[in-house]
Protein backbone atom coordinates (compact mmCIF):
# COMPACT_ATOMS: atom_id res chain seq x y z
CA UNK A 1 0.00 0.00 0.00
CA UNK A 2 2.55 2.29 1.06
CA UNK A 3 4.59 2.26 -2.51
CA UNK A 4 1.78 3.00 -4.26
CA UNK A 5 1.48 5.93 -2.54
CA UNK A 6 3.36 9.32 -3.12
CA UNK A 7 6.37 8.66 -1.75
CA UNK A 8 6.70 11.41 0.83
CA UNK A 9 3.28 10.82 2.14
CA UNK A 10 4.13 6.71 2.00
CA UNK A 11 7.55 8.24 4.28
CA UNK A 12 5.35 10.34 6.89
CA UNK A 13 2.73 7.60 7.28
CA UNK A 14 5.28 4.94 7.84
CA UNK A 15 7.02 7.68 10.47
CA UNK A 16 3.92 7.59 12.21
CA UNK A 17 3.20 4.13 12.33
CA UNK A 18 6.56 3.80 14.19
CA UNK A 19 5.92 6.47 16.43
CA UNK A 20 2.39 4.62 17.45
CA UNK A 21 4.10 1.52 17.81
CA UNK A 22 3.64 -0.64 14.44
CA UNK A 23 7.01 -1.37 13.57
CA UNK A 24 9.81 -4.41 14.82
CA UNK A 25 10.23 -5.23 18.70
CA UNK A 26 12.91 -6.77 20.37
CA UNK A 27 15.33 -3.31 20.76
CA UNK A 28 18.80 -3.60 19.33
CA UNK A 29 20.39 -6.84 17.55
CA UNK A 30 23.76 -7.47 19.57
CA UNK A 31 26.35 -10.01 20.09
CA UNK A 32 29.84 -9.81 21.30
CA UNK A 33 30.76 -9.77 18.01
CA UNK A 34 28.64 -6.89 17.03
CA UNK A 35 29.07 -4.71 20.15
CA UNK A 36 31.28 -1.58 18.37
CA UNK A 37 32.90 1.29 20.21
CA UNK A 38 32.52 4.09 18.13
CA UNK A 39 34.51 7.70 18.93
CA UNK A 40 33.71 6.87 22.33
CA UNK A 41 30.10 5.51 21.55
CA UNK A 42 29.30 1.83 22.62
CA UNK A 43 27.06 0.33 20.17
CA UNK A 44 24.99 -2.89 20.43
CA UNK A 45 25.82 -3.57 16.45
CA UNK A 46 27.46 -0.92 13.89
CA UNK A 47 24.25 -0.96 12.03
CA UNK A 48 22.41 2.48 11.97
CA UNK A 49 19.66 4.55 10.70
CA UNK A 50 20.80 7.32 8.52
CA UNK A 51 20.02 11.35 9.44
CA UNK A 52 16.78 12.22 6.64
CA UNK A 53 14.73 8.60 8.03
CA UNK A 54 13.34 10.81 11.19
CA UNK A 55 14.20 14.66 10.59
CA UNK A 56 12.13 15.81 13.46
CA UNK A 57 12.36 13.11 16.14
CA UNK A 58 8.80 11.95 15.74
CA UNK A 59 9.43 8.38 16.27
CA UNK A 60 12.12 8.04 18.76
CA UNK A 61 10.44 5.25 20.74
CA UNK A 62 9.90 3.26 17.67
CA UNK A 63 13.52 3.49 16.64
CA UNK A 64 14.66 2.12 20.32
CA UNK A 65 11.89 -0.55 19.51
CA UNK A 66 14.22 -1.41 16.07
CA UNK A 67 16.66 -3.97 15.86
CA UNK A 68 19.48 -0.82 14.89
CA UNK A 69 22.78 0.04 16.60
CA UNK A 70 21.56 3.95 16.38
CA UNK A 71 20.10 6.44 15.05
CA UNK A 72 20.60 9.82 13.98
CA UNK A 73 17.77 13.01 13.51
CA UNK A 74 17.47 15.73 10.68
CA UNK A 75 18.68 17.79 9.11
CA UNK A 76 17.91 20.15 11.96
CA UNK A 77 17.96 24.21 11.23
CA UNK A 78 17.74 26.72 14.00
CA UNK A 79 14.23 28.08 12.47
CA UNK A 80 11.69 25.91 10.94
CA UNK A 81 12.24 25.54 6.96
CA UNK A 82 9.58 23.75 4.65
CA UNK A 83 12.43 23.05 1.66
CA UNK A 84 12.06 23.15 -2.06
CA UNK A 85 8.34 22.48 -3.54
CA UNK A 86 6.77 19.17 -4.03
CA UNK A 87 7.51 16.69 -5.23
CA UNK A 88 10.52 16.68 -4.18
CA UNK A 89 11.02 12.38 -3.43
CA UNK A 90 11.47 10.01 -6.21
CA UNK A 91 11.71 6.27 -6.51
CA UNK A 92 13.67 4.42 -8.55
CA UNK A 93 12.47 0.84 -7.98
CA UNK A 94 14.09 0.02 -11.46
CA UNK A 95 17.67 1.30 -10.37
CA UNK A 96 16.65 0.15 -6.41
CA UNK A 97 17.14 3.75 -5.53
CA UNK A 98 15.73 7.16 -4.73
CA UNK A 99 16.13 10.89 -5.86
CA UNK A 100 15.55 13.85 -3.45
CA UNK A 101 15.45 17.47 -3.10
CA UNK A 102 14.04 18.19 0.27
CA UNK A 103 16.19 20.92 1.01
CA UNK A 104 16.61 20.60 4.73
CA UNK A 105 12.83 20.58 5.47
CA UNK A 106 12.59 20.27 9.11
CA UNK A 107 10.17 21.91 12.28
CA UNK A 108 13.09 23.51 13.92
CA UNK A 109 15.51 23.10 16.52
CA UNK A 110 13.08 24.01 19.30
CA UNK A 111 10.37 21.89 18.10
CA UNK A 112 12.84 19.19 17.74
CA UNK A 113 14.59 20.04 21.64
CA UNK A 114 10.90 19.56 23.03
CA UNK A 115 11.16 16.07 21.41
CA UNK A 116 14.54 15.05 22.15
CA UNK A 117 13.87 16.32 26.03
CA UNK A 118 11.82 12.99 26.30
CA UNK A 119 14.00 10.66 24.51
CA UNK A 120 14.25 6.99 25.17
CA UNK A 121 18.06 6.68 26.81
CA UNK A 122 18.25 3.15 25.82
CA UNK A 123 18.85 4.57 21.74
CA UNK A 124 22.35 5.83 20.88
CA UNK A 125 20.67 8.83 18.86
CA UNK A 126 22.88 11.49 16.95
CA UNK A 127 21.91 14.97 15.41
CA UNK A 128 22.39 16.21 12.16
CA UNK A 129 23.23 20.19 11.95
CA UNK A 130 22.16 22.07 9.40
CA UNK A 131 21.99 25.42 8.21
CA UNK A 132 18.76 27.67 7.07
CA UNK A 133 19.13 28.09 3.13
CA UNK A 134 18.70 32.31 3.69
CA UNK A 135 21.12 32.08 6.51
CA UNK A 136 23.50 35.00 6.20
CA UNK A 137 25.93 33.29 8.98
CA UNK A 138 25.58 29.47 8.19
CA UNK A 139 28.61 28.60 9.90
CA UNK A 140 26.62 30.27 12.96
CA UNK A 141 23.37 28.51 12.33
CA UNK A 142 25.64 24.94 12.99
CA UNK A 143 26.99 26.17 16.08
CA UNK A 144 23.82 27.34 17.08
CA UNK A 145 22.04 24.36 16.49
CA UNK A 146 24.69 22.12 18.26
CA UNK A 147 24.66 24.45 21.51
CA UNK A 148 20.85 24.03 21.84
CA UNK A 149 20.41 20.06 20.93
CA UNK A 150 23.94 19.32 21.56
CA UNK A 151 22.74 18.46 25.76
CA UNK A 152 20.22 16.36 24.39
CA UNK A 153 22.45 14.26 22.23
CA UNK A 154 25.05 11.48 21.90
CA UNK A 155 26.68 12.75 18.98
CA UNK A 156 26.25 15.61 16.15
CA UNK A 157 27.12 15.46 12.24
CA UNK A 158 28.15 18.42 10.28
CA UNK A 159 26.48 18.51 7.15
CA UNK A 160 28.01 20.20 4.52
CA UNK A 161 27.65 17.69 1.78
CA UNK A 162 23.57 18.13 0.83
CA UNK A 163 23.46 18.76 -2.62
CA UNK A 164 19.89 20.55 -2.31
CA UNK A 165 20.51 23.46 -0.64
CA UNK A 166 22.30 26.18 -2.64
CA UNK A 167 26.19 26.56 -2.05
CA UNK A 168 25.90 24.35 1.00
CA UNK A 169 29.04 22.57 -0.52
CA UNK A 170 30.90 24.96 -1.28
CA UNK A 171 31.66 24.92 2.86
CA UNK A 172 33.67 21.37 1.90
CA UNK A 173 36.32 24.24 0.63
CA UNK A 174 39.53 23.86 3.03
CA UNK A 175 39.10 27.35 4.42
CA UNK A 176 35.34 27.66 4.64
CA UNK A 177 35.40 24.26 6.39
CA UNK A 178 38.28 24.99 9.01
CA UNK A 179 36.45 28.18 10.14
CA UNK A 180 33.03 26.26 9.58
CA UNK A 181 34.87 23.88 12.37
CA UNK A 182 36.56 26.18 14.42
CA UNK A 183 32.90 27.53 15.16
CA UNK A 184 31.56 24.11 16.40
CA UNK A 185 34.33 22.65 17.97
CA UNK A 186 34.45 26.23 20.17
CA UNK A 187 30.30 25.56 20.76
CA UNK A 188 31.24 21.99 21.38
CA UNK A 189 33.55 23.32 24.24
CA UNK A 190 31.25 25.07 25.42
CA UNK A 191 28.28 22.04 26.05
CA UNK A 192 27.88 21.00 29.95
CA UNK A 193 28.84 17.27 28.26
CA UNK A 194 30.99 17.42 25.47
CA UNK A 195 29.55 14.58 22.57
CA UNK A 196 31.51 13.23 19.18
CA UNK A 197 31.00 15.82 16.59
CA UNK A 198 31.20 14.03 13.12
CA UNK A 199 31.56 15.61 9.18
CA UNK A 200 29.31 14.26 6.53
CA UNK A 201 31.05 14.81 3.35
CA UNK A 202 30.01 14.50 -0.41
CA UNK A 203 30.79 11.29 -2.55
CA UNK A 204 31.38 13.39 -5.49
CA UNK A 205 34.93 14.84 -4.42
CA UNK A 206 38.28 14.75 -6.21
CA UNK A 207 41.15 13.25 -4.37
CA UNK A 208 42.54 16.18 -3.84
CA UNK A 209 39.41 18.05 -2.14
CA UNK A 210 39.43 14.73 -0.22
CA UNK A 211 42.91 15.07 0.85
CA UNK A 212 42.00 18.80 2.24
CA UNK A 213 38.88 17.41 3.97
CA UNK A 214 40.37 14.97 5.92
CA UNK A 215 43.71 16.88 7.00
CA UNK A 216 41.12 19.72 7.92
CA UNK A 217 38.89 17.77 9.66
CA UNK A 218 41.89 15.85 11.44
CA UNK A 219 43.29 18.95 12.73
CA UNK A 220 40.14 20.15 13.91
CA UNK A 221 39.81 17.79 16.39
CA UNK A 222 36.92 15.66 15.09
CA UNK A 223 35.88 12.43 16.12
CA UNK A 224 35.07 11.00 13.08
CA UNK A 225 34.08 11.44 9.17
CA UNK A 226 30.24 10.37 7.45
CA UNK A 227 31.15 8.80 3.72
CA UNK A 228 29.09 9.79 2.33
CA UNK A 229 25.86 11.94 1.09
CA UNK A 230 23.43 11.39 -1.33
CA UNK A 231 25.15 12.18 -5.18
CA UNK A 232 24.27 14.18 -8.44
CA UNK A 233 25.72 11.39 -10.91
CA UNK A 234 23.22 9.61 -12.68
CA UNK A 235 25.49 7.15 -14.28
CA UNK A 236 23.89 4.03 -15.73
CA UNK A 237 20.56 4.69 -14.25
CA UNK A 238 17.38 3.05 -16.19
CA UNK A 239 14.39 4.53 -13.89
CA UNK A 240 12.08 7.19 -16.00
CA UNK A 241 12.88 9.64 -12.88
CA UNK A 242 16.32 9.36 -13.42
CA UNK A 243 16.41 13.32 -15.13
CA UNK A 244 14.98 14.73 -11.80
CA UNK A 245 17.07 16.95 -9.94
CA UNK A 246 18.64 16.21 -6.21
CA UNK A 247 20.92 13.39 -4.63
CA UNK A 248 20.47 10.18 -5.62
CA UNK A 249 21.05 7.50 -3.07
CA UNK A 250 20.58 3.54 -2.95
CA UNK A 251 21.78 0.94 -4.88
CA UNK A 252 24.09 2.95 -7.58
CA UNK A 253 25.89 4.93 -4.75
CA UNK A 254 27.14 1.63 -3.22
CA UNK A 255 30.70 1.65 -5.56
CA UNK A 256 31.28 5.42 -5.57
CA UNK A 257 30.80 6.00 -2.00
CA UNK A 258 32.82 2.83 -1.15
CA UNK A 259 35.57 4.25 -3.09
CA UNK A 260 35.65 7.14 -1.44
CA UNK A 261 35.22 5.50 1.94
CA UNK A 262 37.98 3.36 1.33
CA UNK A 263 40.33 6.59 -0.01
CA UNK A 264 39.89 8.10 3.34
CA UNK A 265 40.74 5.47 5.63
CA UNK A 266 44.52 6.24 3.80
CA UNK A 267 44.44 9.70 4.56
CA UNK A 268 43.00 9.92 8.30
CA UNK A 269 42.87 7.87 11.69
CA UNK A 270 39.87 8.82 12.54
CA UNK A 271 37.31 6.45 12.42
CA UNK A 272 34.41 6.62 9.40
CA UNK A 273 30.48 5.62 9.09
CA UNK A 274 29.94 4.02 6.11
CA UNK A 275 26.84 5.00 4.01
CA UNK A 276 24.99 4.50 0.82
CA UNK A 277 23.62 2.06 -0.67
CA UNK A 278 23.94 -1.01 2.10
CA UNK A 279 20.82 -2.86 1.52
CA UNK A 280 22.67 -6.64 2.59
CA UNK A 281 24.96 -8.20 5.36
CA UNK A 282 27.71 -8.56 2.75
CA UNK A 283 27.36 -4.87 1.66
CA UNK A 284 27.98 -3.82 5.20
CA UNK A 285 30.75 -6.50 5.59
CA UNK A 286 31.98 -4.92 2.65
CA UNK A 287 31.80 -1.44 4.11
CA UNK A 288 33.46 -2.62 7.01
CA UNK A 289 36.15 -4.15 5.40
CA UNK A 290 36.83 -1.00 3.23
CA UNK A 291 37.38 1.12 6.27
CA UNK A 292 33.90 1.66 8.38
CA UNK A 293 33.75 0.84 11.68
CA UNK A 294 30.08 1.44 11.55
CA UNK A 295 27.43 1.65 8.65
CA UNK A 296 23.89 3.58 8.07
CA UNK A 297 20.84 3.08 6.47
CA UNK A 298 18.47 4.67 4.33
CA UNK A 299 16.89 3.91 1.14
CA UNK A 300 17.04 0.31 1.77
CA UNK A 301 14.57 1.20 4.08
CA UNK A 302 12.00 2.11 1.89
CA UNK A 303 12.28 -0.94 -0.09
CA UNK A 304 12.91 -3.31 2.74
CA UNK A 305 11.49 -2.10 5.93
CA UNK A 306 13.51 -1.46 9.42
CA UNK A 307 13.19 -5.17 9.49
CA UNK A 308 15.84 -5.38 7.13
CA UNK A 309 18.24 -3.89 9.76
CA UNK A 310 18.05 -6.69 11.77
CA UNK A 311 18.65 -9.26 8.76
CA UNK A 312 21.65 -7.27 8.22
CA UNK A 313 22.65 -7.51 11.66
CA UNK A 314 22.21 -10.95 11.94
CA UNK A 315 23.46 -11.35 8.95
CA UNK A 316 26.54 -9.47 9.51
CA UNK A 317 27.27 -11.30 12.73
CA UNK A 318 27.39 -14.58 10.96
CA UNK A 319 29.91 -13.18 8.43
CA UNK A 320 32.24 -11.63 11.08
CA UNK A 321 32.07 -15.37 12.86
CA UNK A 322 32.32 -17.51 9.33
CA UNK A 323 35.98 -14.87 8.59
CA UNK A 324 37.61 -15.38 11.84
CA UNK A 325 36.68 -11.89 13.34
CA UNK A 326 36.03 -12.01 17.11
CA UNK A 327 34.44 -8.19 16.43
CA UNK A 328 33.93 -5.79 14.19
CA UNK A 329 37.28 -3.70 14.71
CA UNK A 330 39.36 -6.50 13.30
CA UNK A 331 37.05 -6.60 10.03
CA UNK A 332 37.78 -2.44 9.86
CA UNK A 333 39.89 -1.71 6.80
CA UNK A 334 40.78 -5.41 5.84
CA UNK A 335 39.90 -5.12 2.23
CA UNK A 336 39.99 -1.22 1.59
CA UNK A 337 42.90 -2.67 -0.96
CA UNK A 338 40.36 -3.72 -3.99
CA UNK A 339 38.67 -0.25 -3.70
CA UNK A 340 41.90 1.57 -4.06
Known amino acids: ?6 PEAAHGLALRALGLGM ?3 GGPVTSPRLRTSLAGLELPNPIGVAAGFDKNAVALDGLARCPLGFAEIGAVTPRPQEGNPRPRLFRLP ?17 AVAARLARRPTSLVLGVNLGANKDSEDRAGDFARVLARLGPLADFATVNVSSPNTERLRDLQGRAALSALLARVMEAR ?3 PRPIPILLKIAPDLSEAELAD ?9 LD ?23 GLSGAPLFERSTRVLAKLSTLT ?11 SSEEAFEKIRAGASAVQLYTALAYGGLSLAGDIARGLDSLLERNGY ?3 AQAVGTGRGRWL
Open 326 to 328: ANV
Open 94 to 110: EDRAVINRFGFNNEGME
Open 224 to 246: GIVATNTTLSREGLRSPHAGEKG
Open 269 to 279: PLPLIGVGGVS
Open 189 to 191: GAL
Open 23 to 25: GPT
Open 213 to 221: IAEVATEAG
Open 1 to 6: MLRRMD
